[in-house]
């Protein structure tokens, strides 16, 4: 058995030197054919779509979607030109200045192609609790501090009928997104923002300094009432199931997707519906992106098909497939200029 | 097991005789049994609670994964008679027209666009692939009529396998309509639903729609990274386990080799995807050469690689106690015959260390499958739906599918994210099983 036993090993060990010889060959030069696309978790349901469809209509593969985040994605895209760096990336926000100019030291051209509205709902189980919200009570509710008779202080709202005498007198338990998340960016920039411009006090700081506006402004209270439930949207719909009372922040498209379990609060008297995001009545909602490289273009191959694919009525128009994913389209006008634009590659200027 | 009472030893004194049942004996005897068995109930206890949350486990992803193994299936008679559609092109023909009228031909009376809309929905947007694929298996259908299976979309489906909860609420808080139920169910007495073995789940890869997605695709992709993971790992780990264990000098820099792999063993795996992504994807400039860099993102040999590093001192650690254990009777008797020192490496002391090698390997290699940390910054945490055919191409693995499909928000993909997990889980318990039949059947005691 030990003779055997050893010509075995040597076989194994030969074949596995073999193999690992071929690995190495293969990583040699193998030219990029596929589309490589990074970026925001939230536009990354929307791209998969389109990706999807891409890869089954045409003849080219279908490209990868990583979901890396907005700012992740964008770092990633600067990076510079050449086929270790991504095409396009998703973002659930418009480019910053300081990624734009890094973008162009490095040598990256980025074409803006704007895609849509998504909406941030404050959400219930169907059944609990259900409030009707200003942006002033939500920061009321949810900031570290608020101005109480001229001085700021930690705080004190333990119900929601602290906050307003109109709300139920329900502890406040909130589940939303931790500050990685570029949801929790666009919450606290579209709703704790404007609620702290209701405040004279605060909207006299915002024009000394903006900066220490910002700090209160975008501070979310850490006393136990509002929970970081992590990225998982799905995991914050089964915790609103199983508490009645809780309430959490996630985007849209998971409010339609979820609609028999889940209801939402209204926000300056507008409900998170479809329409009136679209048509900008409901405060909460954001613009989504993506950026494509242009100077990647006719070298990796089927950019320009998947910009078409992406900028098609079928896909991101009313009743595109995208709507059917939750996201919200642009008016008729902007998704003729938008799409204009994408085709003849415009680049982007800041 | 009487007492004894106090003894008069006749000279007016009495001695107490301590007996093994005197009543405080007795008492210490007790209290000391009553401890053990105290203990013994605990030990007991604290398994029971462990099997416990293990049936727990197994029973809800057994309980959520069941439903996504079948899938329910509408017979559509497709019209396959236009000239467009050709033997030659039927595998890129697009059927999404054919499709929606032969559907839509089941239900003459739908004329309003809105309707027909909602109808088109039944069925899942994957259709018109599934008819490709159907007519592509089916050459002599082309120019003839034909009654194909397409897959229904996922809330079509999930209203079948009573998943949509309770029916008996107001429409609005339902995701399926009276009309589409009405539908659906006149479809069923039509005797057109069929329910069967859910063929796309097991051979397609990932999709957006839950009816359409698949396993295969990350399976293949498990299997190549594990690939990559084993031929790399296994004969480095080997060859550095016998190096340090026959031939390496006692000196403080073996010492110091020796801390550094048992370190290493405890590293987290995250550290070895930054590592990854430093020197085998960026490359490490040096000025004048740039070391690594240049394998493609997203792909099985980078994650490979990448779980190479992480496991590989597991398989030294596991290799050089199996080496360790070979009685050293065995290397002076070979030695003694006048064998080398690598003849009686080769020759003894690694074939009868194999089995405890293997059985080493095959646990890091487990643990290599169910990683995903790592690979999410190589770019394998991915939406990817092409079915990977070589190492190079972009490949995900079974880990981070479940991972994806887990915060999608469709309802369909929760039963898959259960039926992915209870397949990760039967690999693993192959895996596991296959190390415990190589060591019960190979193993040597001394």
């Known amino acids: ?350 | 097991m009487t007492d004894i009472a106090p003894e008069n030893m006749g000279d007016g004194t009495t001695v107490t005789r301590l007996r093994h049942h005197s009543p405080e004996r007795r008492a210490r005897t007790a209290k000391r049994f009553a401890a053990e068995r105290r203990f013994k109930y605990l030990g007991l206890s604290a398994v029971l609670l462990a099997a416990a949350f293990l049936v727990l486990l197994l029973w809800t992803v057994v309980g959520n994964a069941l439903p996504a193994f079948t899938a329910h299936y509408v017979k559509v008679p497709l019209d396959l008679t236009t000239e467009k559609l050709t033997k030659e092109n039927a595998a890129d023909f697009n059927y999404r027209k054919i499709v929606r009228a032969g559907f839509g031909g089941l239900f003459p009376d739908v004329k309003k666009r809105r309707e027909k809309r909602s109808l088109n929905k039944l069925v899942s947007s994957g259709a018109a692939i599934a008819a490709r694929w159907e007519v592509s298996d089916n050459l002599d259908w082309v120019g003839t009529k034909a009654e194909v299976l397409l897959p229904l979309s996922d809330t079509a489906d999930l209203y079948f396998k009573d998943l949509l909860g309770d029916l008996s609420r107001p429409e609005s808080e339902r995701t399926i309509s009276d009309k589409e139920i009405a539908w659906l169910k006149e479809l069923d007495e039509q005797g057109r639903i069929e329910r069967t073995w859910n063929t796309i789940f097991f051979s397609n890869g990932a999709s957006r729609e839950s009816e359409m997605a698949g396993i295969w695709g990350a399976v293949v992709g498990s299997f190549l990274t594990l690939i990559v993971t084993l031929a790399l790992s296994f004969p480095v780990g080997v060859a550095g386990a016998i190096y340090l264990e026959e031939f390496a000098p006692k000196n403080r820099l073996t010492d110091l080799i020796e801390v550094n792999i048992n370190n290493l063993a405890a590293v987290p795996s995250i550290v070895f995807g930054l590592l990854g992504l430093g020197i085998f994807i960026n490359g490490v400039d040096f000025g004048w050469f740039t070391l690594g860099g240049g394998s493609p993102r997203s792909a099985a040999l980078t994650g490979g690689m990448v779980l190479a590093l992480m496991t590989l001192p597991t398989m030294i650690i596991a290799s050089r106690a199996a080496i360790k254990s070979v009685p050293p009777s065995i290397r002076e008797a070979a030695l003694g015959v006048g064998a080398s020192k690598i003849q009686t490496v080769f020759h003894h002391v690694l074939p009868l260390a194999m089995p405890g090698v293997l059985t080493g390997s095959i646990i890091g290699m487990a643990r290599a499958l169910g990683e995903t940390a790592p690979l999410l910054m190589i770019g394998m945490v991915a939406f990817i739906v092409d079915i990977p055919g070589s190492l190079s191409d972009p490949a995900t693995v079974l880990p981070v599918q479940i991972y994806m499909w887990a915060d999608f928000p469709e309802i369909g993909f929760q039963q898959k994210t259960a039926a992915a997990t209870l397949i990760l889980l039967g690999f693993l318990v192959l895996m596991n099983g296959l190390a415990v039949v190589l060591r019960s059947k190979f193993e040597r005691r001394w």
């Open chain 1, 1 to 350: 058995m030990t003779v055997s036993f050893s010509k075995n090993i040597k076989l194994t060990l030969a074949f596995t030197a073999a193999l690992a010889g071929t690995l190495a060959m293969t990583t040699a030069a193998h030219a990029r054919d596929q589309i490589q696309i990074v970026g925001s978790s939230t536009v990354f349901p929307f791209s998969t779509a389109v990706a999807e469809t891409f890869g089954q209509n045409t003849k080219f593969k279908t490209p990868v979607v990583e979901s890396t985040g907005s700012g992740g994605g964008m770092k990633l895209f600067c990076e510079g030109v050449g086929e270790a760096t991504p095409d396009i990336t998703n973002s659930s926000r418009r480019i910053k200045e300081s990624e734009f100019r890094r973008c162009v030291e490095k040598g990256v051209t980025p074409v803006e192609v704007k895609i849509g509205f998504d909406g941030i709902v404050l959400g219930s189980a169907k059944g609990g609790i259900t409030l009707a919200l200003t942006q002033e009570q939500i920061f009321r509710a949810l900031a570290k501090q608020i101005p109480v008779d001229g001085k700021l202080v930690a705080n004190p709202n333990k119900m929601w009928s602290d906050v307003d005498a109109s709300l139920p007198n329900v502890k406040i338990e909130v589940l939303g997104p931790p500050p990685t998340s570029g949801t929790r960016d666009a919450f606290v920039e579209l709703a704790m923002e404007s609620g702290a411009l209701k405040f004279e006090m605060l909207a006299a700081l915002r024009k000394e300094d903006k900066k220490a506006f910002k700090k209160v402004a975008h501070a979310v209270r850490e006393d136990g009432a509002y929970v970081e439930a992590g990225e998982n949207d799905n995991l914050i719909v089964q915790k609103l199931e199983a508490n009645k009372n809780a309430v959490g922040i996630f985007g849209f498209s998971f409010l339609d997707q979820n609609s028999e379990k889940l209801t939402a609060a209204t926000v300056e008297g507008n409900e998170p519906e479809f329409e009136k995001i679209a048509a900008g009545e409901y405060p909460i909602s954001r613009s989504l992106f993506f950026y494509l490289k242009k100077e990647h273009v006719g070298v990796i191959p089927g950019i320009e098909e998947f910009i078409a694919e992406f900028t098609n009525e079928d896909t991101w128009g009313e009743e595109g497939y995208l709507a059917d994913k939750g996201l919200i389209p642009l008016p008729e006008e902007d998704r003729e200029t938008i799409a204009g634009d994408a085709k003849s590659l415009k680049p982007l200027a800041m």
